[in-house]
């Protein structure tokens, strides 16, 4: 028999935006968070210099020795950057501010927009289920190699004035990638985040991005909540530091809605 049809594919998600503070690392690492605690292997690949992603899952800034970037320049594995965190099921490759470098270094390789697509063929990805990639908050080099690895794309949106102008520039970057490196892309989903229901605006854009995207938009919206502002300087998901507060019970759900429609899909 061929073994190889029988190789399992983790579905990999890029969480992107170019806008910072729009709650893509909070999304990556709840949802990870999440997706492990419903019994999935999962692997977070920090893809952003600034190496949030690492510090929110408890991975101390001091010796991150094998990094995302030295796998981008592949100068190791992707098995070689894997590392256990403290939960069960949640892995991760960890960046550091040397990923800086990786965009210049790259700008006039061959194949620089394929470098995280070739890491992902190293059989250590068959044991995940979900591979997540918290994108830096720019559609730089780093980001198109997330797209060009990617199944699919979620984009955390903040419920605010010019949300919908970044998010139509985000949409035509997907579509240059579609058609350019990955024609498999497809978004996954748009999320809201720091949704603030006190807010008129809030509710305007929320139902803007609705009646734009449609089904498009996850159902579940993400609060603002101020125990997920704090988990992070605990190095804990706010999943862990307090799964009962209302953002960690919303990142739940929106786990259980992404695995349902995986479900309804493969179905299909
Ligand atoms: P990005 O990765 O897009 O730059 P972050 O996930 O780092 O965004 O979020 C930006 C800031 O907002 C962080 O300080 C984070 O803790 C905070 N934050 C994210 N989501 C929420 C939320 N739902 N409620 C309150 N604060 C949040
Ligand atoms: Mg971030």
Excluded: W
Excluded at 24 to 40: M, P, S
Excluded at 92 to 117: C, M, P
Excluded at 176 to 187: E, G, S
């Amino acid at each position: 028999t061929n073994l190889s049809t029988d190789r399992k594919k983790p579905e990999i998600i890029a969480i992107a935006n170019q806008k910072g503070g729009v709650g893509k690392t909070t999304t990556t690492i709840n949802l990870g968070t999440a997706l492990a605690a419903a019994r999935k292997n999962v692997l977070i690949v920090d893809l952003d210099p600034q190496g949030n992603a690492s510090t929110g899952v408890g991975r101390e800034r001091d010796n991150r020795d094998i990094t995302s970037y030295d796998v981008m320049m592949e100068e190791a594995t992707l098995s070689d950057a894997i590392e256990k965190t403290d939960i069960p099921r949640l892995f991760l490759v960890s960046s550091t501010i040397d990923l800086t470098g990786a965009e210049l270094e790259l700008v006039d390789q061959a194949q620089r927009t394929f470098r995280l697509r070739n890491a992902f063929k190293d059989p250590a990805v068959e044991q995940f289920d979900y591979i997540l990639i918290d994108c830096p908050p720019s559609l730089n080099l780093l980001t198109l190699n997330a797209l060009s690895a990617a199944d699919s794309v979620i984009v955390p949106l903040q419920c605010e004035f010019f949300a919908l102008e970044g998010l139509s520039l985000l949409l035509r970057t997907i579509e240059t990638v579609q058609a350019n490196f990955n024609p498999k892309l497809k978004i996954e989903g748009i999320v809201l985040t720091m949704y603030d229901g006190r807010n008129n605006l809030s509710g305007q854009v929320a139902q803007d991005v609705r009646s734009y995207l449609g089904d498009k938009v996850f159902k579940t919206v993400i609060p603002r909540n101020v125990r997920i502002s704090e988990a992070p300087s605990h190095g804990k998901p706010a999943l862990l530091y307090d799964h009962k507060c209302t953002g960690s019970q919303a990142y739940i759900r929106l786990a259980t809605e992404l695995l349902r429609r995986e479900k309804n899909f493969r179905a299909a």
